[in-house]
C-alpha cells in the first residue's frame, strides 16, 4: 500500500512538473499610444478623449501551445479634455481643461494564442505556423506619479469671442488617488521572425476599463478608460531543447 501511495505521488508530482518544464520565457519591449478619457460626473461637462504614450516593459510565460501568462511594465499615459460651458449675462464661457496623467501601470492578464494554418495562409512551402491570433484577457493596477493640467477659458458676446491666456501647472497631489486598477481585455496578432522560433513581433488592441476614483476632493468622481493600440517585440530567454537529431 506505501508503494502504491508513493508511485502515486511520484506520478502526480511528475504530472505537475511536465507544463513547467515545457514552459518558455519571453522578455521583451512595447510602445504604442493610448486614446484615453477620465469619465466625471459633472453636470453639463463634455469629457473628451486624449492621446497619450506608452512604453517599457513585457513579458511572456508560455505554458501550453494556446495558453500563456504575461505581465507589461509600463509608462502609460491618461486622461481627458473637459469643456464646461455656463450662460453669464449677456455672454457665454467655456472652459476647457486638459488633465494628463502619469502612470507607472502593470497589466496582468492571460493571453489565448490561435496558430493559423499555413495553409490558410500560403499555398506552399510553408510547413508550420507563422503567424497567430491572440486573445488577452485580465487586469491592471496603475501608480500616478503626477498629472498635469492646463485651462483655457473662452467667453463669447455678441460682440467678440475672448480666448484667456492658457494657464498649465502640476496638480496638487491632495487632489488625486494615486492608486488605479480596472479590467483590460484585447486582441492581437503576431508574427515569427525567425526559424527558431526565439523571435516575435506582436501587434495589439486592447481596451482598459478603470474601477478607481481618481478624484481625491470627494466632491465628485472620475473613473480611466483608454483604448491602446501597441506593437511589441519579443525574445525566448530559455534554452532551447535540442533533440539528438539537432546536436552536432
Do not use: W
Not at 136 to 158: C, E, R
Amino acid at each position: 500500500m506505501k508503494t502504491l501511495k508513493n508511485i502515486a505521488l511520484t506520478a502526480l508530482a511528475g504530472a505537475l512538473m511536465i507544463p513547467a518544464a515545457n514552459a518558455q520565457f519571453y522578455l521583451g519591449a512595447r510602445t504604442g499610444i493610448n486614446m484615453a478619457k477620465m469619465n466625471t460626473n459633472v453636470a453639463g461637462a463634455i469629457d473628451n478623449s486624449i492621446i497619450g504614450i506608452l512604453g517599457g516593459a513585457t513579458t511572456r510565460y508560455q505554458f501550453t501551445n494556446h495558453f500563456s501568462a504575461c505581465g507589461d511594465a509600463l509608462f502609460s499615459q491618461f486622461g481627458n479634455n473637459q469643456k464646461y460651458t455656463i450662460d453669464i449675462p449677456g455672454a457665454s464661457q467655456t472652459t476647457e481643461t486638459k488633465t494628463t496623467v502619469n502612470y507607472l501601470q502593470i497589466p496582468l492578464y492571460i493571453n489565448y494564442e490561435i496558430p493559423f494554418k499555413p495553409k490558410d495562409l500560403v499555398p506552399y512551402r510553408v510547413h508550420e505556423s507563422f503567424v497567430s491570433g491572440h486573445l488577452y484577457g485580465g487586469g491592471y493596477f496603475g501608480y500616478a506619479l503626477g498629472a498635469n493640467q492646463s485651462v483655457t477659458t473662452t467667453t463669447i458676446t455678441d460682440a467678440e469671442t475672448v480666448v484667456s491666456p492658457t494657464v498649465s501647472g502640476a496638480v496638487d497631489k491632495k487632489n488625486f488617488n494615486a492608486m488605479d486598477f480596472g479590467i483590460m481585455a484585447g486582441v492581437g496578432l503576431s508574427f515569427r521572425l525567425d526559424q527558431d522560433k526565439r523571435q516575435r513581433l506582436f501587434l495589439d488592441f486592447r481596451y482598459m476599463m478603470g474601477m478607481a476614483d481618481f478624484d481625491a476632493s470627494k466632491e465628485g468622481s472620475a473613473t480611466n478608460s483608454a483604448m491602446a493600440i501597441s506593437i511589441a517585440y519579443s525574445y525566448k530567454m530559455t534554452a532551447r531543447k535540442y533533440t539528438t537529431r539537432h546536436r552536432f
